[in-house]
């Protein structure tokens, strides 16, 4: 084994992702569902650090939105991609320090965790001046998690499969979201079982036509009247007061609300940013602020910082 490092200390920025469209099929045997989705990744970010240390192992340290609830073991996302990009190019993981500063909500139904172990995959390949491809990095992606792919692509793309099958989307402008982070998180898979239960034959796999369209043309109005998430009902059985949130934004001006994912995070669409500035002021009174953030979307997948 040996260890390539050219440059100590590699940044990199990932964001979280929405999905303007969710579909999900039953339940297969090997447990997961399918899925056809539309990603948009959108102006929130995690920060990922990695840095060649003198120390034994792979360390982690995580800080920032909810860092209390991640792991800073083997567990973590992050060190997983780590060490399977080490797993495949023989590299000695010894003394690789991770450092994690959160800005995507923990079990928010944003993709957070695949978002670090995207920025780990592209952050390590650099510090250990790895010679990989695209196609190497986007299988690596996809063995670590359904969302790991697109964090590294970003922009606005449709899945299909688990949800790795990467088709990018080319659409018009950019769209202005007011995000409502949930007071706590929500399991995913609990989601999923609480799916099974209501909709044991699974949902249509298939994108509304209408939402394709109205990604390349027409007024956003059109986009917000075609939104779908499938995994809503399940979240919202889990968590009713949810469909409170999702109604307040309207109430206040949003042209739609969505769940983002498996929720809880409430995503708005709004008409444009002084629309945007209007909603997450209105929602800041009677949310805690930092429950409400605006974003923007589409925007790039993983980048190297400085
Ligand atoms: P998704 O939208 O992909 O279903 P999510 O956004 O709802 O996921 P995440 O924040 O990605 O949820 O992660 C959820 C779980 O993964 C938590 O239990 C968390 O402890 C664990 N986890 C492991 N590594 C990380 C990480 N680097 N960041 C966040 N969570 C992590």
Redesign the pocket.
């Known amino acids: 084994m040996v260890s390539q490092v050219v440059s100590n200390r590699v940044s990199v920025r990932v964001p979280?992702?929405i999905n303007l469209a969710l579909a999900v099929g039953p339940r297969a045997d090997d447990g997961y569902h399918p899925l056809t989705t539309v990603f948009e990744a959108v102006s929130l970010f995690?920060e990922l650090q990695v840095e060649a240390t003198d120390a034994a192992g792979i360390s982690?340290k995580?800080t920032g939105l909810?860092a209390e609830?991640?792991?800073t073991d083997p567990?973590?996302?992050?060190?997983?991609a780590a060490q399977l990009l080490a797993d495949t190019f023989e590299i000695d993981t010894d003394g690789l320090a991770i450092t994690?500063r959160?800005g995507?909500?923990?079990?928010?139904?944003?993709?957070?965790?695949?978002?670090?172990?995207a920025g780990a995959l592209l952050a390590c390949s650099v510090l250990w001046d790895i010679d990989i491809d695209a196609d190497e990095i986007r299988a690596l992606a996809a063995e670590l998690?359904?969302?790991v792919p697109f964090a590294l692509l970003g922009g606005t793309a449709i899945g299909t499969g688990r949800g790795t099958e990467l088709v990018p989307v080319l659409n018009r402008g950019r769209r202005h979201w007011v995000l409502v982070f949930g007071e706590s998180?929500?399991?995913?898979a609990e989601v999923y079982r609480r799916f099974d239960e209501l909709r044991p034959d699974g949902c249509e796999l298939e994108v509304p036509d209408d939402l394709m369209a109205a990604l390349t043309a027409g007024p956003v109005t059109k986009l917000a009247d075609s939104l779908r998430n499938d995994l809503a009902e399940a979240a919202l059985d889990l968590r009713p007061e949810l469909a409170d949130t999702l109604a307040e934004g309207v109430d206040v001006g949003a042209l739609a609300g969505l769940l983002?994912?498996?929720?809880p995070?409430c995503a708005f669409l709004c008409a444009d940013e002084s629309a945007a500035i209007d909603v997450s002021g209105r929602l800041s009174r009677s949310l805690p602020p930092d429950r409400v953030r605006r974003v923007t979307g589409p925007v790039p997948g993983a980048r190297l910082l400085g």
């Not at 983002?260 to 929720?263: H, L, M, Q, V, Y």
């Open positions: 979280a992702k995690d982690v995580v909810g609830h991640v792991p567990r973590n996302l992050a060190v997983q994690i959160k995507i909500p923990v079990s928010g139904g944003m993709a957070g965790g695949s978002a670090d172990a998690g359904s969302d998180g929500l399991s995913t983002s994912g498996s929720g995070t």
